[in-house]
């Protein structure tokens, strides 16, 4: 993921426009502009950049054990592939469903057993046995998010979970109560993440900066996404938090792959995994906008944020830090991603 600034000189004509979907305009031209005025835009895209040397200090991450549960899940192959590629050593064991139980499958060029779920205690304790600095990473299914946690923490295993959902409270309260070394993070998205700290300083430090600043939003994800952005909600809290007025029923979802494809210009390819937001303020008066953008397509970004999770946790253990839930503000602050 790739973050340009573009300072366009068009403002907004107004709100009946950006709302209008006939599925033939673009993205970028739902919005019908006229006029000058000074409006500074943010936008985020998927745009490939040049990778930058990694720091000296990382090199030695290189053969961490990773055990990833959920590996034949999208999340879980793209993680497995981001641990291959960075040189951490993919334990080949994971957990699924007792249909899967018992059977190899190959994930990232590797062969992978399977364990279902009446023998996860079992094959959880015996590989951490086998290897000591183990980090599991959970991509799994919400309804086995509490039941995981808790077998992590009953076995002691740090982990990183990047499923979402569950009794969320019940996960961080199992956790805390515990005392084991965890990330827990519903956003592994490093760059965005990163975006939202910002937002969320900006709105706690300068509350009530846009008053009287009109929103639209529009949020495309793939199809079978059937509920709103959580990224978009935080979003919203933070221009709320600056004096936007805005309910979160006035979102704009698209989930049509015609419309992903036609107006807000989705890759056929990546139809099934992206998170393309988009973010428009307009002045009381109409002369001034500003544009916020971040458009993701595939799962790398996830993957890497994952990886870079796990890295970190790992030098939490080896470093014998706090054993607490960290999450991805500590692994951006940490500043040691690749």
Known sequence: MAFSLKVPTNIIQGRENFASLNGHRRWDRVISRKGRSASPAVSMSTTPVQCLEKPSKMLHNTGIPIMVNGCTGKMGKAVIEAAVSAGLHLVPVSFS??????KTVQVGGKDIQMYGPSERESILASTFDEYPNLVVVDYT???????????YCKIGVPFVMGTTAGDREQLYKTVEDS??????????GKQVVAFIAAM????????GAFS????????????????????????????QKLGVSFDLDEIQMIRDPEQQLEMVGVPEEH?????FHLYHLTSPDQTVSFEFQHNVCGRSVYAEGTIDATIFLAQKVRSKAEKRIYNMIDVLREGNMR
Not at 145 to 151: G, I
Not at 218 to 235: C, I, N, R, Y
Not at 271 to 275: P, Q
């Open 212 to 239: 009287g600043y009109s929103l639209q939003v529009m949020e495309s994800h793939q199809a079978f996404k059937l509920d709103t952005s959580g990224t978009a909600k935080e979003v919203i809290s933070c221009f």
């Open 141 to 151: 299914v919400p309804a086995a998010v509490n039941d995981n946690a808790e077998l």
């Open 97 to 102: 469903s007792s249909e899967e139980s018992q």
């Open 179 to 188: 005392k084991v070394y965890a990330v827990i993070s519903p956003q592994m």
């Open 200 to 207: 969320e300083i900006m709105a706690e430090q300068f509350p």
């Open 271 to 275: 139809l099934s995994g992206h998170a």
